[in-house]
């Protein structure tokens, strides 16, 4: 494991890929004369912090970027390339991936944290489940089984608070206007590349998805027609008041291809009232994904597909020191220190010029 400093042994189309692999090495810096806010304290620390066998060759700058086999990478971009646009799906998560971890110095909001009901009773009820089972997510004790089953019970009794506090879209649309979120600069470029062409983005969240688009409209302004939104689907009545979810709960431990599989009849056009319903086997069909995360978790959003060749990008946003090892085993590129998307907009130029 290494970070990115040498070049691929071997590169069917070396100078592209060269020119990508240094960029993705570039370590692209702030400002250096703004004082750094204090949560981004480990932007600073010196390359010590990792893990022993990257820091060999690269000792005076931490890079934004690790590649731990550069020349499993770049076979992976030549055959992605080689096989053209058609071929090609990003599947996207959406928190702490697509937008940022800090938001103005402090921790952004999630597309689940910023909602408030315009209901105070039922906002700290929905707390008091938070409280109770967001340790049952993070033990490493529980069997994983068990863990989905209590996963499901947390996401349904949140979805039933919401029905019986009476979340209203309005509520929504507010709480998003209110809301510590902002995407990573550079997924603008990235989905505009994409949507020239023609190739889909699933972003695939245990979220839910009204949100999720309402951020899209609220904070980039506008709509992309390759982009489907992947996640738990309100239903409202004529009052925009929440009366029910769509199909079956997407928790956590099930946000996985099959998830997709058991979403998609209900998710009219997989969410996009843009979209047609031949998207799905469209999606099916093409191999190769590039997939976007920032959990190890979410490299389960490919599972159920037949891919070819996969590059998964992943975004490790905090305990960089702890899980950099992890990450970089997991992930073909890790990028560091909430990196803007920039780096992933320079991968899809060298996989679909
Ligand atoms: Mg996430």
């Known amino acids: 494991m290494r970070p990115m400093m040498s070049p691929p042994l071997l590169s069917p189309s070396p100078c592209s890929l060269l020119r990508f692999l240094r960029l993705c090495h570039a370590p692209r810096r702030r400002n250096p004369t703004a004082a750094p806010p204090t949560p981004y304290t480990f932007r600073r620390r010196p390359l010590l912090l990792l893990p022993v066998a990257m820091s060999s060759s690269a000792s005076i700058t931490a890079p934004n970027s690790v590649v731990a086999d550069p020349s499993a990478l770049a076979r992976k971009v030549a055959a992605i390339r080689a096989a053209g646009p058609s071929k090609l799906q990003v599947i996207a998560d959406f928190d702490g991936t697509l937008t940022r971890y800090w938001y103005d110095g402090a ?169 047609s319903i031949d998207d799905y086997s469209l999606v099916k069909k093409r191999t190769n994904v590039l997939l976007l995360g920032d959990h190890i978790g979410d490299l389960g959003m490919s599972d159920g597909l037949n891919y070819e060749n996969r590059i998964a990008v992943g975004f490790l946003n905090a305990n960089i020191e702890k899980s950099l090892k992890d990450y970089s085993k997991a992930f073909d590129i890790v990028y560091l220190n909430d990196a803007p998307m920039r780096g992933v907009v320079e991968l899809v130029s060298e996989l679909c010029p």
């Not at 609220?218 to 769509?246: C, D, P, T, W």
């Open 107 to 275: 921790r952004g909001q999630s597309s689940h944290g910023l909602l408030r009901q315009g209901n105070e009773e039922y906002d700290a009820k929905r707390e008091a489940l938070y409280e109770h089972y967001h340790p049952i997510e993070i033990c490493p004790d529980i069997p994983l089984p068990e863990k989905a089953k209590l996963m499901e019970e947390w996401w349904e009794k949140t979805h039933g608070l919401l029905i019986e506090g009476g979340l209203t879209y309005e509520a929504i649309k507010k709480s998003v206007s209110d809301a510590a979120i902002a995407f990573r600069d550079g997924v603008v470029e990235l989905f505009e590349y994409l949507e020239e062409r023609d190739i889909p983005v699933l972003v695939f969240s245990a979220g839910l998805a009204d949100i999720i688009e309402e951020v899209f409209r609220q904070k980039l302004h506008r709509s992309f027609k390759n982009i489907k939104v992947v996640s738990n689907r309100m239903v409202f009545n004529e009052e925009g008041r929440l009366v029910a979810f769509k199909g079956k709960t997407i928790h956590v431990l099930n946000k996985n291809e099959h998830a997709l599989d058991m979403a998609a009849p209900v998710h009219d056009s997989l969410g996009d009232p843009n979209g």
